[in-house]
């Protein structure tokens, strides 16, 4: 794959309009936040960032093989988001996990998504709340890194071949900045399409 070929995303600010968006917001600050912790090394690591996930019944997550995420029930702006997504994109998504950046110095860092449990070449769906922050993707083998920067009200579709094919990240920055919520939809081998 040529480093010049842009990632197989779609961008599209205000898919919720804003009164939407803040409503949803509103909601997603009362939802159920954890602090995780990765293991690394024989090492515990809190994660740099609040998570929580909601999904269908059965489909849990696991992620850095330490982290298992149960789902809790559906709430119903949750459930209304995905309906929306799905009509409009034609993908399926049976978990939701969230994230809560509470500050420039939460974040993540490079990675794929390629959990099994999402099945092959899945398509993942974010939907950002709040707090404008730049999100940068770059192929697994390259340098050349494309920035999106990712507004209150957006959704960013990552296609498949984007887990199999490039990396992510929120990179941490020292401006200061307020918090911001993310979701992001993802299908599960286990999900009953409905
Ligand atoms: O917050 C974001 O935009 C990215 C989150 C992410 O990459 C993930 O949850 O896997
Ligand atoms: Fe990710």
Redesign the pocket.
Known sequence: MSENNLPPVEYIPNFLETTLADKLYKHCQQLAWEQNNIRLMGKTIPVP?L?CMYGDEGCNYV?SKSVLLEPLRWTSPLSEVRSRIESQTGYQFNIV?C?R?RTGLDS?GW?N?NEPSMGETPA?A?I?LGQE?K?QMRPHSGESITDFW?EHGSL?LMKPGCQENWV???PKTSRALKE?I?L?FRPHINGTSS
Do not use: M
Request: proline share 0%; no cysteine.
């Open positions: 960032r998570e992620y996990l994230n950046y993540v990675h998504d993942i974010e950002s922050r999100f990712l960013l992510h990240q929120l911001r993310n992001t």
